[in-house]
T-cell receptor, first 114, second 114 residues
Framework: IAGITQAPTSQILAAGRRMTLRCTQD?????MYWYRQDLGLGLRLIHY???????GKGEVPDGYSVSRANTDDFPLTLASAVPSQTSVYFC?????????????FGPGTRLTVL | GESVGLHLPTLSVQEGDNSIINCAYS??????FIWYKQESGKGPQFIID?????DKRQGQRVTVLLNKTVKHLSLQIAATQPGDSAVYFC?????????????FGSGTRLSIRP
């Protein structure tokens, strides 16, 4: 059982390019999340999905979009990358939405935008 | 806004000794906390959680103590091992719109002296 996988592990990207970060979970969790982790700012929620077919905006959604076509996959797309999007991105999932459900985190994608 | 997870940034302990990592929070209404461990290059990993109706909870080699009077949590690791080297976060899940997000503190980096 892999849990949550993310791809790529790391990426260097030119500003203005489009990029999709992939996230897949095999736990049949309903809820999934994307966070970015920046030094001194902790983890900030970008987008979330409570169940397949629904998505919602987090604290820092600008410049990012997500889709949730099925239960397992929750890709994050940067339509036109900018240097301020340089960060480590973590995907997470929980069995159900709601604050009393444990969130499991993937290994992260380190993205550098030049 | 009210904060969670005010940590000392670093802690160094001798291998085999017990480690105590402290965390302060400011919201007296907080009712659920989680400790996460994040090793270099990996995502946060759930260690143990505690609800506000408890003062203490024990896991394998770890104990979390909650003092609601002074709004303080601690994570105790018994017989610290090299594999315990990581950044430890106390975190609080909070409702966010129709979902939830994890509020992470700044973390404490635990290093082990041989």
């Amino acid at each position: 059982i892999a849990g949550i996988t993310q791809a790529p592990t790391s990426q260097i990207l030119a500003a203005g390019r489009r990029m999709t970060l992939r996230c897949t979970q095999d736990m049949r969790h309903n809820a999934m999340y994307w966070y970015r982790q920046d030094l001194g700012l902790g983890l900030r929620l970008i987008h979330y999905s409570n169940t397949a077919g629904t998505t919602g905006k987090g604290e820092v959604p600008d410049g990012y979009s997500v889709s949730r076509a099925n239960t397992d996959d929750f890709p994050l797309t940067l339509a036109s990358a900018v240097p301020s999007q340089t960060s480590v991105y973590f995907c997470a999932s929980s069995a159900l939405a709601g604050e009393h459900n444990e969130q499991f985190f993937g290994p992260g994608t380190r993205l550098t935008v030049l | 806004g009210e904060s969670v997870g005010l940590h000392l940034p670093t802690l160094s302990v001798q291998e085999g000794d017990n480690s105590i990592i402290n965390c302060a929070y400011s919201n007296s209404a907080s009712d659920y906390f989680i400790w996460y461990k994040q090793e270099s290059g990996k995502g946060p990993q759930f260690i143990i959680d505690i609800r506000s109706n408890m003062d203490k909870r024990q896991g394998q080699r770890v104990t979390v103590l909650l003092n609601k009077t002074v709004k303080h949590l601690s994570l105790q690791i018994a017989a610290t091992q090299p594999g315990d080297s990581a950044v430890y976060f106390c975190a609080e899940p909070r409702r966010y719109s129709s979902a939830s997000k994890i509020i992470f503190g700044s973390g404490t980096r635990l290093s082990i002296r041989p």
